[in-house]
């Protein structure tokens, strides 16, 4: 391995093999009366959004039995300040790949912090990892919402 942290956590989520991974770029809303978004709440809002995704995916068991999408979520900040989102998720039913994206934008917009623009692409392939995993500066893996299934 090498001692860079940034090219190591690259290599280790590029390892991870989706089956039918869904890019998706996720806005959030900047301010809400006079409370600022950061970090902690956006990786806050992004979890409420999975568990809501999970169970409407898994029904009870994802409850009962922790069953849960795979999931690496990325934390980025534009160039303009503006904290954003990127995720790789896999959608466990690809017979029906727009009731899957339907979903996810619907339930982001159902959380605290979503906005309306954002962006969901089928058959994302590893180039897709390779491009939220650039790791700027600012940017990070959010290590709390990551979920791999082995």
């Known amino acids: 391995m090498n001692t860079n942290p940034k090219i190591d956590t690259r290599q280790f989520l590029q390892e991870v093999n ?3 991974m869904v890019a998706v770029t996720f806005s959030m809303k900047q301010n ?10 956006a990786s806050k809002n992004i979890r ?14 994802s409850h009962r039995y922790g069953k849960k999408l795979a999931v690496i979520t990325v934390l ?3 160039f303009s ?3 954003h989102c990127h995720l790789a998720i896999n959608n466990p039913n ?12 619907s339930l982001w917009k159902k959380t605290r912090w979503g906005y309306s623009e954002n962006n969901i692409q089928h058959n994302a392939n590893s180039g897709w990892i ?3 995993t650039k790791l700027n500066p600012q940017d ?8 791999i299934i082995s």
């Open 130 to 132: 390779n491009y939220i």
């Open 18 to 20: 989706f089956t039918h």
């Open 81 to 83: 300040g503006r904290l």
């Open 32 to 41: 809400i009366e006079y409370e600022r978004i950061d970090k902690i709440k």
């Open 76 to 78: 980025e900040t534009s």
């Open 94 to 105: 690809p017979d029906n790949p727009i009731y899957f994206e339907n979903l996810i934008e």
């Open 140 to 147: 990070e893996v959010d290590w709390e919402n990551y979920h």
């Open 48 to 61: 409420h959004f999975l568990n809501l995704l999970n169970k409407k995916t898994y029904g009870n068991a």
